[in-house]
């Protein structure tokens, strides 16, 4: 059988949650994947409190928990030599509890979703990398590729879900990404052992050339994860400059070494993470026990799709800033989202692009927001002196501070951050005569 109502496109959180609510809703699905599960990927490995009901929605919370993962009470900031800040998460207006945040390694909750996925009778082709779509007229009515074999193949469909992340096929066919105008951040990643963390916070320290995250996973490992800031745009970044006068001679997205002192990537990552003191006393006495990964292009924007019968969810949609919040939660509420426009087509046989634009524009109203405040914080977090003040302002208005931890959680929208009251509060003092700028700029 070649022949599906959904294919999904992607087998992480947001190609599995948009396969497990189609199954559901009772279409016959199909998702594929290039990689063989389980498999690993750059990331935060930091999943937001927003992100718990849609994880019970979607039949996975239990088994996350079974994972014994690390539960953290929210986020401790620093900056250049500010003071550390732990910032719990607000009390929740529903509950009347302080949420906590999910830490998991990513290759266990990708093979968890999977194994979900395939047990609700999901039809999963694994080590089928997709290259190009099936048309009809002007609609996606299918998938083509190779599988493991290097064997051509074809799947057809009434519509086709792009879960397929920043190097989504949809992207490079159509050219609908957009990279930020200016500077570019690549991330590095390592799991870690025997890092004493103080509490269960997830650490973040802005400093140049970059800023670190770092966070328990369970089972005495840690994700610490550096994020440098490169000088130029480009899909090739051979030569660009660091901030900080760091370079690094990037070759089609992987670190292949530094131009300057001639390191590779181990060795960047390591001299980078440790020439900050509070970093290093962090770190002390563990050890890293997997190779450094890195990704680039860390904040992107898409354009709409220019066809019917396509649909792109999760990180194909655009990449936010993991300073100002965490790529999974929105990957599954855009799934959520998808889901929901995906039913009201079959309902009205309508997969137009007309009709599926219905769903851009719900995410938009969802998540403009929150891509504005990266867009703010990203202009802004490498200015040293703004962001001590401001690591100052947090410190004295506790208010303040567990509201921006609450919209960097998903627990609170954006708009309490996005909003002249909020901004206003937090920079008098610290611009001071260029409060007016700052807004204007953002």
Avoid at 54 to 83: D, H, M, N, W
Avoid at 86 to 97: E, F, M, N
Avoid at 183 to 200: M, R
Avoid at 296 to 302: H, N, R
Wanted: proline content about 4%; charged content about 20%; some cysteine.
């Amino acid at each position: 059988m070649n022949s599906f109502d959904v294919i999904v496109i992607g087998g992480g959180p947001a190609g599995c949650a948009m396969a497990l609510d189609l199954n559901r809703r009772g279409y016959d699905v199909a998702l594929c994947d290039q990689a063989k599960f389980p498999r690993d990927k750059v990331c935060g490995e930091f999943i937001s409190p927003g992100a718990d009901p849609i994880l019970e929605q979607f039949g996975v919370l239990g088994s996350i928990e079974a994972l014994a993962p690390k539960r953290l009470k929210g986020v401790a900031i620093s900056s250049y030599e500010s003071a550390e800040l732990g910032i719990d998460y607000p009390v929740s207006a529903k509950t009347g509890l302080r949420p906590t945040s999910l830490s998991v390694p990513r290759y266990q909750l990708d093979a968890l979703f999977l194994k979900q996925v395939q047990n609700a009778g999901v039809k999963v082709f694994q080590q089928h990398k997709i290259t190009d779509f099936v048309f009809n007229e002007d609609c996606v009515a299918g998938v083509k590729g190779w599988d493991e074999t290097k064997t051509s193949f074809s799947l057809h469909s009434k519509l086709v879900v792009d879960a397929g992340g920043r190097n989504a096929v949809s992207l490079r066919k159509f050219n609908l990404k957009r990279e930020p105008k200016g500077n570019t951040k690549i991330a590095f990643s390592a799991h870690w052992q025997g890092v004493c963390l103080p509490e269960d916070y997830c650490y973040m320290h802005v400093s140049r050339p970059g800023y670190t995250g770092i966070s328990s996973v369970g089972n005495g490992k840690a994700n610490v994860v550096l994020v440098v800031e490169v000088r130029g745009r480009s899909s090739n970044l051979n030569q660009k400059t660091l901030t900080g006068d760091e370079k690094l001679a990037l070759r089609g997205g992987g670190v292949e070494g530094s131009a300057l002192a001639g390191e590779n990537s181990e060795t960047f990552y390591h001299r980078v993470l440790m020439q900050n003191s509070r970093r290093s006393k962090m770190l002390e006495g563990g050890e890293r026990v997997e190779p450094v990964r890195s990704v680039e292009s860390l904040a992107f924007t898409v354009k709409p799709v220019p066809c019917g019968g396509l649909v792109l969810v999760g990180d194909a949609t655009g990449f936010i800033d993991p300073f100002t919040g965490e790529g999974i939660y929105l990957s599954l509420r855009s799934s959520q989202l998808a889901s929901e426009v995906i039913h009201g087509g079959f309902k009205n046989s309508n997969f137009s692009r007309n009709f599926l634009s219905v769903y851009d524009e719900r995410r938009k109203q969802e998540f403009g927001g929150k891509f504005l405040l990266s867009r703010i914080f990203q202009g802004l977090i490498y200015n040293r002196p703004f962001c001590n003040r401001v690591m100052k302002s947090l410190s004295t208005n506790r208010v303040l501070a567990e509201t921006l931890v609450g919209v960097i959680g998903d627990i609170l929208p954006a708009e309490k951050v996005v909003s002249l009251k909020f901004l206003l509060q937090l920079f008098v003092g610290t611009f001071k005569g260029n409060v007016t700028v700052a807004l204007r700029k953002a």
